[in-house]
């Protein structure tokens, strides 16, 4: 409780720094409404010429795309100093985290707030209430449960790609997490179905980098569709091992670190 607490704070401390700037503060959170607009706008004109997307409706997609949101808006209000680590490797100044008696990870990530974040994890939930308010789901308490559970392991799985993608500068010492970025753009095709794309890329974004475990497999099991649905179920497990690799990663990232003289 005093980690995450004390996490809290350091948060908090970062929110009130942006808030001394209502006008970026509100640009910010215009800026990021309106690129979730878009994509549902995009959204509705694709499906305002195709029926269906290899089987998937409008409102099993944009529930997915909504997945996506919700997970990135989770990482960027939350965990948003992760993208910072490049920076914080190439001037030395993870020094400081090691002196302080607080994990170096959550040190690093609580380094920054993306108000962004705020925006994308509100456009995500209308997006993924509304498509299961057009889709027909037999709702039980079984599944309202398995449902929280899915959409928790599908953030874990997100923040646990990006700590370790972004743990890669470990290795790389640029001061962009350039690595990390070309992995996130990668993780954008798990808005759409993984059945419509070819069989290495569904090998890529459903097991090398299980993009697909944040938003299609849970979704796929939610809606009962899709062939493989049944692996939805496995987004949990996938979730711990994720979190487990990225943990490791990290670690052994730790141990090359070097110095920059601070």
Not at 76 to 103: C, H, K, T
Not at 176 to 197: C, E, W
Request: charged content about 10%; proline content about 4%.
């Amino acid at each position: 409780m005093r980690t995450v607490r004390l996490y809290l704070r350091l948060l908090g401390a970062h929110f009130r720094s942006l808030l001394e700037y209502e006008a970026d503060f509100v640009i910010l959170v215009v800026a990021t409404v309106l690129m979730q607009v878009v994509n549902i706008v995009f959204l509705a004109a694709l499906f305002a010429k195709v029926p269906a997307l290899n089987g998937w409706t409008f409102w099993s997609v944009l529930m997915m795309f909504g997945a996506v949101a919700l997970a990135e808006g989770v990482g960027s209000l939350f965990f948003d100093g992760m993208w910072s680590l490049a920076w914080q490797i190439n001037r030395g100044e993870l020094d400081y985290f090691l002196v302080r008696p607080y994990p170096v990870a959550l040190q690093s990530s609580s380094a920054n707030i993306g108000v962004n974040g705020l925006s994308n994890i509100v456009m995500g939930t209308i997006m993924i209430s509304t498509g299961l308010a057009h889709v027909d789901i037999a709702w039980t308490p079984w599944r309202v449960l398995l449902g929280v559970v899915l959409l928790i392991s599908s953030v874990v799985i997100k923040l646990s790609i990006n700590l370790a993608t972004n743990a890669v500068s470990f290795w790389l010492s640029s001061p962009t997490p350039l690595f990390a970025f070309a992995m996130h753009q990668v993780g954008d095709l798990a808005r759409f179905p993984l059945s419509i794309y070819p069989l290495a890329l569904k090998a890529a974004l459903g097991a090398a980098l299980p993009f697909a475990f944040i938003s299609f497999f849970p979704v796929a099991y939610l809606l009962d569709s899709g062939q493989s649905r049944w692996i939805g179920l496995l987004t949990p497990l996938v979730a711990v091992y994720c979190a487990a690799a990225a943990a490791i990663i990290f670690k052994r990232g730790m141990r090359r670190y070097e110095s920059a003289g601070n």
